[in-house]
């Protein structure tokens, strides 16, 4: 079993930045992916960004157009999303999630076996 643990969510003026980490705990060495994904009210659960957790190639949500980065730290087994230029449309909750392999793709929820309990990001106008 793997369980993640999200940070980092807070209250953040348009334009701003944050940094949510993901710390994952258990049994990490069955982690080949690690994503975001998002959640604002009233709307479905959608990628955000995701990365093998060995590092390489790095995929993003059309809307991120340059302005996040995923990276882990795999000594301190956690996850980033590093988010700037934020917006009032990147409201949301965010959740952390992991895979033992992208089979069904990056994008699919139902990818990932692990998920963490959400942070919130809440951006003002």
């Known amino acids: 079993q793997v369980q993640l643990v999200e940070s980092g969510g807070g209250l953040v003026q348009a334009g701003g930045s944050l940094r949510l980490s993901c710390a994952a705990s258990g049994d990490t060495f069955i982690i080949y992916a690690v994503s975001w994904f998002r959640q604002a009210p009233g709307r479905e659960r959608e990628f955000v960004a995701g990365?093998?957790?060995?590092?390489?190639?790095?995929y993003y949500g059309d809307f991120v157009k340059g302005r996040f980065t995923i990276s882990r730290d795999n000594a301190k087994n956690i996850g980033y999303l590093q988010m700037g230029s934020l917006k009032p449309e990147d409201t949301a909750v965010y959740y952390c999630a992991a895979a033992p392999n992208v089979l069904r793709g990056w994008t699919t929820e139902s990818t990932y076996n692990y998920w963490g309990q959400g942070t919130q990001v809440t951006v003002s106008s």
């Open positions: 990365m093998p957790w060995s590092g390489g190639r790095t």
